[in-house]
């Protein structure tokens, strides 16, 4: 079973911080992550994407992906309470019948910034 | 407006039932995908078309449910006889033809409720 594993959480942190949300995979042929954010009652948006090892940076987001050790997070600077939501994990692993790559989840990590 | 669409946006049914729910991808997006989401859990993959050809399926998905996408533009998932454990959020998303490395985007979504 290839899988997508995150905390769900909570995780709190105060208006300003840096909120880290963290994540690992099981399919060593993945190779692309993408990271969404869920509002409560609401739909999945795209916030992130990263293919290679390292950093990218996009405003107040920066992801991070570590190959070796199938490790990728999302980093939220000067967190606001607006951020507050539900994190996924994603990254596209092999289907049953080979030759397709499925977008697979974790469960998400819910954040909360408090003022 | 040029993302994916869902409808209907929410639908009550009484167990027993049988429910249609239609997605319409983004135009250019060749990859469709239907997923299930259950409270405090991530989308959870029921099946994936490219153009019309449906090449995964989850091995969860029970036989009650189908999915079809004529022509390879919208496509439609149907459950047969409803639970109430069919109660969930149905997302779709589509991306597009390309390498693995594509991101998906979501519609709204389809609250069911099986009363």
């Known amino acids: 079973q290839k899988e997508v594993e995150q905390n769900s959480g909570p995780l709190s942190v105060p208006e300003g911080a840096i909120a880290s949300l963290n994540c690992t995979y099981s399919d060593r042929g993945s190779q692309s992550f993408f990271w969404y954010r869920q509002y409560s009652g609401k739909s999945p948006e795209l916030i992130m994407f990263?293919?290679?090892?390292g950093d990218k940076e996009d405003g107040r987001f920066t992801a991070q992906l570590n190959k070796a050790s199938q490790y990728v997070s999302l980093l939220i600077r000067d967190s606001q309470p607006s951020d507050s939501a539900t994190y996924l994990c994603?990254?596209?692993?092999?289907?049953?019948?080979?030759?397709?790559?499925?977008?697979?989840f974790g469960r998400g990590t819910s954040l909360i910034v408090h003022p | 407006d040029t993302g994916v669409s869902q409808n209907p946006r929410h639908k009550i049914t009484k167990r027993g039932q049988n429910v249609t729910f239609r997605c319409d991808p983004i135009?250019?997006?060749?990859?469709l995908y239907w997923y299930r989401q259950t409270l405090g859990q991530g989308p959870e993959f029921l099946t994936y078309?490219?153009?019309?050809?449906?090449?995964?399926k989850s091995r969860l998905l029970s036989d009650r449910f189908s999915a079809e996408r004529p022509k390879g533009s919208f496509s439609t998932l149907e459950i047969q006889r409803t639970e109430q454990g069919d109660s969930a959020m149905y997302l779709c998303a589509s991306s597009a033809q390309g390498a693995r490395n594509t991101e998906a985007f979501f519609g709204q979504g389809t609250r069911l409720t099986v009363v």
């Open positions: 078309f490219q153009n019309e050809a449906q090449l995964e």
């Open positions: 994603a990254a596209p692993q092999g289907g049953a019948s080979g030759g397709s790559y499925i977008p697979t």
């Open positions: 135009s250019e997006h060749n990859r």
């Open positions: 990263i293919y290679s090892n």
